[in-house]
């Protein structure tokens, strides 16, 4: 499985950008599909997920600011980031995770990462 990010850039404090990832690869479905991030010195952190059946998890730091969506047919996830901070800065990273292949009869659990993509937010 590889997970294609675009999308990441710079902006001013209070911009918007939006992510794309897509998954290829022989998969019948992805259960779980996310962004997370990684800023300078930090740990990898959530941002938000979204599972195939539409439920959501974000971090509270971009609760009502940051979207989540994903079009399951085509297994595409995107994140919708507005009114961003300066805090925001990190790479972002794309993650699929429960991924069914043809003839399997358990999902794939091991979780799957992009090559990330920076966005920078500038005061």
């Known amino acids: 499985v590889e997970l294609v990010e675009s999308g990441g850039g710079l902006v001013r404090a209070g911009g918007s950008l939006r992510l794309s990832c897509a998954a290829s690869?022989?998969?019948?479905?992805?259960?779980?599909m996310g962004w997370y991030r990684q800023g300078a010195g930090n740990q990898r952190e959530l941002v938000a997920t979204?599972?195939?059946?539409?439920?959501?998890n974000y971090a509270d730091s971009v609760k009502g600011r940051f979207t989540i969506s994903r079009v399951n047919a085509n297994y595409t996830v995107h994140l919708q980031m507005n009114s961003l901070k300066p805090e925001d800065t990190a790479v972002y990273y794309c993650?699929?995770?429960?991924?069914?292949?043809?003839?399997?009869?358990?999902?794939?659990?091991?979780?799957?990462w992009g090559q990330g993509t920076q966005v920078t937010v500038s005061s």
């Open positions: 993650n699929a995770y429960e991924i069914w292949y043809p003839g399997r009869l358990s999902p794939d659990t091991q979780p799957y």
């Open positions: 690869g022989s998969i019948v479905s992805i259960n779980n």
């Open positions: 979204l599972t195939r059946r539409g439920i959501t």
